[in-house]
């Protein structure tokens, strides 16, 4: 496995080493020793959750005030464009954004440290999106900022209006939203 840094120190991209041959492939997606040797991290993942989503999907921006979960995410099926928003006030990088592309052929993975608002697209026709958790899902603790704040002025690659749920469509703006300190 290989780490890739971003331009959040935080956000890691996560790029395994893959075996193939004609039958198919291998990969390693978690190994607690490994992901602690290469990342110093030592996290306990609680949680893991699958996701199915149709082309034009965008889900976010999301995160809990208690309970904040960091997130390791990845896509077994399709392509889509994950993003990763610093909303720790304290942070060097507070309200600066990070965006890459996930998919069932680059194998890669995204580490979404917890104080981070997360939201993706999905680009192909459908998208499956795995996400392990280190804290269990609190629905009476999640927040969620606009996906189009002007303030965070995320690129995402929209080619039409976004398919958004009503939750999603009722996100606050960066500057009105619950923030960590």
Same mark, same amino acid.
């Given at each position: ?37 290469? *990342?110093?991290?030592?996290?306990? $993942? ?7 989503? %149709?082309?034009?999907?965008? !889900? ?62 999905? *680009?192909?026709?459908?998208?499956? $999106? ?7 899902? %609190?629905?009476?603790?999640? !927040? ?38």
């Amino acid at each position: 496995m290989q780490i890739i840094p971003t331009t959040i120190p935080d956000v890691l991209i996560l790029e395994p080493k893959v075996f193939g041959d004609d039958r198919g492939f291998f990969f390693e997606s978690y190994n607690e020793r490994t992901w602690r040797d290469l *990342t110093g991290l030592n996290v306990r $993942f609680v949680q893991h959750n699958h996701s199915r989503s %149709a082309g034009g999907v965008l !889900r976010g921006l999301h995160y809990q005030m208690q309970q904040p979960q960091g997130k390791l995410v990845r896509v077994t099926t399709g392509e889509v464009f994950d993003v990763a928003v610093d909303i720790r006030r304290s942070s060097p990088s507070f309200g600066q954004w990070f965006g890459a592309v996930l998919s069932a052929e680059n194998k890669r993975q995204m580490w979404v440290p917890p104080g981070f608002a997360h939201g993706f697209y999905v *680009t192909s026709d459908v998208a499956e $999106f795995l996400y392990l958790t280190t804290d269990y899902y %609190a629905p009476e603790h999640e !927040r969620c900022i606009a996906w189009n704040d002007p303030d965070l002025a995320i690129r995402w690659p929209l080619d039409a209006e976004p398919n958004v749920s009503a939750k999603d469509r009722e996100g606050r703006s960066f500057k009105d939203a619950d923030l960590f300190p």
